[in-house]
């Protein structure tokens, strides 16, 4: 009876303390890789509580309790919430990070053609899909900026309304690409970014410098802005509210906006993201699933107001 309190407490205190350690450790790489996966971390911590209680292992249900509320709290995130509107949208963005080993040309351009959307971003751009989208989406979207890349940061941007500017801008040596579109009477600016995925202390630097330098760039220009792409970063990571607070942009990400690893109708982690400056209205947001991919994508409908910056 003894050792079995002995293991239960010993049970109770990792578990407590693997919690603790989420959301209370620093902002560096191993805490961040460990944060991203808070929001599975509570799912199970929550399963683990449930099961501890028929069992009437106490010490168990109360350290789990305790730790998947901590995390809860940290994973409910500001967001900009759907607004109920009769009116059309203004502007409809469809983002697919397509995963460039991916094959299955026709049907994620079929899917971004379901979307019909009026921009189209497209991440993973190797030189073959490259080839595949023009000849797919050229002809319903013929004004368009492709940036492939072998290394899986290949970008493009497709749309049906005209470019008033569009160019490449280098970001610590991944491309992000900056269209400005004229939407209800006013220029809208769509920055579509891809960031490093931080699978290294390296990388992990590397997508922070990159962040921080979308956030710069926002910043020296008050157009509307829409920010969208695999950001690789969680909404309750440190670098997205960085990102958020500096460039004054809304997250309209939820939680349970999960994007990656998509499996089937399954994905565990919200990783890619729209973003809104001030006087950009979220008319509704959804993931949609992309053939082949490890990603979700998503499908954005926004209205934009006129004193929107």
């Given at each position: 009876?003894?050792?079995?309190?002995?293991?239960?407490?010993?049970?109770?205190?990792?578990?407590?303390?693997?919690?603790?350690?989420?959301?209370?450790?620093?902002?560096?790489?191993?805490?961040?890789?460990?944060?991203?996966?808070?929001?599975?971390?509570?799912?199970?911590?929550?399963?683990?509580?449930?099961?501890?209680?028929?069992?009437?292992?106490?010490?168990?249900?109360?350290?789990?309790?305790?730790?998947?509320?901590?995390?809860?709290?940290?994973?409910?995130?500001?967001?900009?919430?759907?607004?109920?509107?009769?009116d059309p949208p203004d502007l409809r963005?469809?983002?697919?990070?397509?995963?460039?080993?991916?094959?299955?040309?026709?049907?994620?351009?079929?899917?971004?053609?379901?979307?019909?959307?009026?921009?189209?971003?497209?991440?993973?751009?190797?030189?073959?899909?490259?080839?595949?989208?023009?000849?797919?989406?050229?002809?319903?979207?013929?004004?368009?900026?492709?940036?492939?890349?072998?290394?899986?940061?290949?970008?493009?941007?497709?749309?049906?309304?005209?470019?008033?500017?569009?160019?490449?801008?280098?970001?610590?040596?991944?491309?992000?690409?900056?269209?400005?579109?004229?939407?209800?009477?006013?220029?809208?600016?769509?920055?579509?970014?891809?960031?490093?995925?931080?699978?290294?202390?390296?990388?992990?630097?590397?997508?922070?410098?990159?962040?921080?330098?979308?956030?710069?760039?926002?910043?020296?220009?008050?157009?509307?802005?829409?920010?969208?792409?695999?950001?690789?970063?969680?909404?309750?990571?440190?670098?997205?509210?960085?990102?958020?607070?500096?460039?004054?942009?809304?997250?309209?990400?939820?939680?349970?906006?999960?994007?990656?690893?998509?499996?089937?109708?399954?994905?565990?982690?919200?990783?890619?993201?729209?973003?809104?400056?001030?006087?950009?209205?979220?008319?509704?947001?959804?993931?949609?699933?992309?053939?082949?991919?490890?990603?979700?994508?998503?499908?954005?409908?926004?209205?934009?107001?006129?004193?929107?910056?």
């Open positions: 009876m003894m050792r079995s309190k002995v293991v239960q407490l010993c049970t109770a205190t990792m578990l407590l303390t693997g919690a603790v350690v989420m959301v209370l450790a620093p902002d560096a790489y191993w805490p961040m890789l460990l944060r991203a996966f808070m929001l599975p971390a509570c799912v199970v911590f929550g399963a683990i509580a449930v099961l501890a209680l028929v069992r009437r292992y106490w010490w168990v249900a109360l350290s789990t309790i305790v730790g998947c509320a901590m995390m809860a709290m940290q994973v409910h995130t500001p967001r900009v919430e759907a607004a109920m509107t009769a963005v469809f983002h697919m990070n397509v995963w460039q080993p991916n094959t299955a040309y026709a049907s994620a351009i079929a899917r971004a053609l379901d979307s019909d959307a009026d921009v189209i971003s497209v991440q993973e751009v190797a030189p073959v899909w490259a080839e595949a989208l023009v000849q797919g989406l050229g002809a319903r979207y013929p004004f368009m900026h492709i940036e492939p890349r072998e290394n899986c940061y290949g970008i493009a941007l497709f749309s049906r309304i005209p470019f008033q500017e569009v160019r490449t801008i280098t970001l610590d040596g991944t491309p992000m690409i900056e269209a400005v579109l004229k939407r209800a009477d006013r220029p809208v600016r769509l920055l579509a970014v891809h960031a490093t995925s931080p699978i290294s202390y390296a990388h992990f630097q590397r997508r922070n410098r990159q962040l921080e330098e979308v956030a710069r760039h926002r910043g020296q220009d008050d157009t509307a802005t829409v920010v969208v792409g695999d950001l690789n970063t969680v909404p309750w990571d440190r670098a997205f509210r960085r990102l958020c607070a500096r460039a004054g942009l809304r997250s309209t990400t939820p939680a349970t906006q999960r994007t990656w690893p998509s499996v089937g109708p399954l994905a565990l982690i919200p990783l890619d993201h729209l973003l809104i400056s001030p006087g950009i209205t979220l008319a509704g947001l959804r993931t949609v699933h992309i053939a082949g991919s490890d990603h979700k994508g998503l499908l954005a409908e926004l209205n934009i107001s006129s004193h929107a910056h």
